[in-house]
């Protein structure tokens, strides 16, 4: 019996169906095992590429928790020069779309293209930036559909402590040229934006984090063809300073008025240049190492290097006489002149030179034979005459005599009294940490100079001459030091002999807990303890009344301070010379935790300083107790 027509006809279709299967099925046969032709030619040309994605970068934070940097969405449109239509008709078409709807000139964007197309042709051009979010939905909307343009939200780093912390902070900007390979190397995309100074640049690493990445197919023309796989980027993680901002604040407050009131009559220094208003302030943990505020002024606010770099501003910044991107506190040095003696009374105590019983008269100044002409006497003059003294008084008046006789000796009539000499002095000078970089975790350190016999043979090609020891010996010649040294220095005076390694960050964060820096001991002073405090005892009779330092005491605080003048510049009409104010000290005496250093480029340690050192401390006292604070 035959099948109904319906169902021969079903069955036609079915076997027309299986021939066309298997037609296929033999194509893609042929395809995946000879490869020929057509097919092959697009399997071939089909490649996989990684596309970065950038992780966000850690915040910073003050001891706190106040955030000092964090990040901001910007947008920006960008050109991929690799992704761009092949045929010249076709890009120049995509890139006069871009001018539409960009403003962005035509011959711009194709110099811009050109230049991205090497090393990595990949790599996002900026063409147009800092865009708000509603210019951003417009600029998406105008460049839909166009092949190697897209709209991206960057993030942009914001701080919110102003010109409080400029160079500690730093700031993140684009690799240069000559940096490419380096961060290629390392991992970085080329338009990448890095640490480029202060903690952005120490902590780069850390504060990065770990970027993620889109696994695509694409065409040869770049072209995306498909998205196989997906790796989420990491943040990176949270930096916390030392610095307690409050404290940051007051410094600053404080150092400011003290450089106002500190400036010479008329504004102009010896030379009759305008005066520089500047200076510099450090508290530290005389425990740990940690800075609890660094300051220099003048300043600038750190936003200006935020987002791309404004050229205009940083070209007034760059041409400041003031040097404001010049912190100060560790990149500048200078003669610190009798916060110095401290240094060489304990010398001098641990050498055998000096006892805490030591007399010695100060009459206003000594006089000295020239050791090639007798006939010809020099004058090495006290600031005033303070006459006899003993260890404690010498540091307590702060008496050049004395310390010319504890640094130089004296033999003249029927005078012998022996004293270091200059290679000894710097070899305690370097024993607390003077004369080389303290390892402080900011970059562009200075090391400052400790001479001695040796280096001035071979630097100035010149003998050594007593004269050079007695001005060593009170701080002035050819030393210098940073204020960081110096507050180092003051830390080791009141912890027993411990060199610190200071740092301004606490630790660092990722989740919960913070992982705390360990505590750094770069060396311990060559001075037995017994000596040590005596150095801390006549400190504390210099900030009592009748000491120079005692201007530098707050109220119902036993401290430890000394005080520093020293000269520099041209010399004007009436013999005398501008001045630097110093003031060193540590608190509270019989228990110290803090140690503060303040620099004044014009003035007189006790006059100006001191002050300013007076209220830093108040400031640091009045700060609530708590977890944050070093512990009372």
Known sequence: MNPPPLDRRVRVLQVAAFALFALLALQLVRMQLFRSGHYQQLADELSTRAVPIEAARGIITDRNGVVLARNQPEFQVVVIPGELPAGPASRLATLAAVERATGVPLATLDDAVRAGEHPDAFAPVVIRDRLDTNAAIEARAALTGLDGVRVDAHPVRVYASGDLMPQILGYVG?????????????????NDRVGRSGVELTYESFLRGQPGKHLISSHPSGREVARLADVAPQTGSDLVLSIDLRLQQAVRDALQDGIAKALPPGGRDASGQPALAAGAAVVMDVHTGELLALVSLPSYD?????????????????????????????MEVHAPGSIFKPLVGAAALQEGIATPATRITSTGAITIQDIYNPGVRYVFRDW???????FYGGIARSSDVYFYYLAGGYNQGDVHFEGLGADRVATYARGFGLGAA????????????VPDTKWKEDAIEEPWVLGDTYTFGIGQGYLTATPVQMAVAAAAIAN??????????????????VDVLPRAVRGHVPVDATNLEVVREAMRVA??????????????????GKTGTAEFGAQRPDGSYDSHGWYMGFAPYDNPQVAVIVYIEHGIGQTYA????????EAYFALPPGQALVSR
């Open 496 to 513: 027993g002999g411990d060199v610190l390694q200071p740092h301004v960050a606490h630790g660092l964060r990722r989740g919960g807990a």
């Open 438 to 449: 303290t390892g402080l975790d900011l970059p562009g350190e200075a090391g400052g100079l």
């Open 174 to 190: 684009a690799i240069e040229p000559d940096e490419v390979s380096h961060y290629l190397n390392a991992g970085y995309a080329l």
């Open 302 to 330: 750190a936003n200006v290097f935020a987002g791309r770099t404004n050229s205009s501003a940083l070209e007034a910044l760059l041409n400041d006489p003031a040097r404001p991107l010049l912190h100060r506190g560790y």
């Open 610 to 617: 001191a002050p300013v050192a007076k209220r830093i401390l």
């Open 543 to 560: 900030a009592s009344p009748g000491g120079t330092a005692f201007e530098g005491k707050p109220d119902n605080v036993v401290i430890g």
């Open 384 to 390: 005033a005459a303070h006459g006899t003294l003993d």
